[in-house]
């Protein structure tokens, strides 16, 4: 984190779990940027393009990297508990595209 905030880049999270569950995941996590909670599912979906299990009701995972001006300069979508974004990566790709 301490990288990200050097180069004044923020990070969050949005879950569509209820406060408690949230909660209960930051803190297992030690997460310590800010963590939204009780979205829509079938909204999100909409809007952002993640994949809605209607039949279990979950939003599969999806990250995005947002440029200064509001857009999605990149996205990840996945299925399983892998092909997520992981922070050096995040790093590295931001410090790509800030070069080019």
Known sequence: M????G???????ASVDKIEDARATAERY????????GLN????SAKTGAFYEGEKGYLHSAGFIINPEGKVANGVYSTLA???FVA?????????????
Not at 88 to 100: E, G, P
């Open 2 to 5: 301490d990288e990200f905030r």
């Open 7 to 13: 180069k004044d880049i923020q990070v969050i999270a």
């Open 30 to 37: 030690e997460i310590s940027f800010k963590v939204g909670y």
């Open 41 to 44: 599912a079938k909204e999100v």
């Open 82 to 84: 892998v092909g997520r």
């Open 88 to 100: 050096k990566d995040c790093l590295m790709l931001i410090d790509y595209m800030i070069r080019k």
